[in-house]
C-alpha cells in the first residue's frame, strides 16, 4: 500500500482544511486508516482512526469535536476535516494504515504517506 497525503497549508486560527490521503493498492478497505501528526521537537501522536471493520472512528482527545475522519472506500481515499483550528494544531500530519482494527500507536502501522505540513497562525 502507497500513501500520498495532501491538503495541508497555512491558515489562520478559527479556520478549516480537508487533508485528503489517496491509497494504492486493492486491498485498502481491510486497512484501518489513521492520521497522526508531529510537531517541531515533540514525538508523532495519535490524530484519528477509521476502523476498516466497521468504520468505527477513534479521535485523540485533543481534536474530540473540531475534527473529522471519514473514508471513501471506493476511491481508496482517507479525509481528515479540520475544523476551529488551533496554532497547537500545527504540525505535519501523516496518514497510516494498519492492518489491526484499532491502534493508536505508531508503530502498529505498517505504511505511512509522506506527510504534509498544516500551520495554523495566531
Known amino acids: 500500500v502507497q500513501l500520498q497525503a495532501s491538503g495541508g497549508g497555512l491558515v489562520q486560527a478559527g479556520g478549516s482544511l480537508r487533508l485528503s490521503c489517496a491509497a494504492s493498492g486493492r486491498t485498502f478497505s481491510r486497512y484501518s486508516m489513521g492520521w497522526f501528526r508531529q510537531a517541531p521537537g515533540k514525538e508523532r501522536e495519535f490524530v484519528a482512526l477509521?476502523?476498516?471493520?466497521?468504520?468505527?472512528?477513534y479521535y485523540a482527545e485533543s481534536v474530540k469535536g473540531r475534527f473529522t475522519i471519514s473514508r471513501d472506500n471506493a476511491k481508496n481515499t482517507v479525509y481528515l476535516q479540520m475544523n476551529s483550528l488551533k496554532p497547537e494544531d500545527t504540525a505535519v500530519y501523516y496518514c497510516a494504515a494498519t492492518r489491526m482494527v484499532v491502534s493508536t500507536k505508531p508503530h502498529e502501522y505498517d505504511y505511512w504517506g509522506q506527510g504534509t505540513l498544516v500551520t495554523v497562525s495566531s
Open positions: 477509521t476502523a476498516w471493520s466497521d468504520g468505527s472512528t
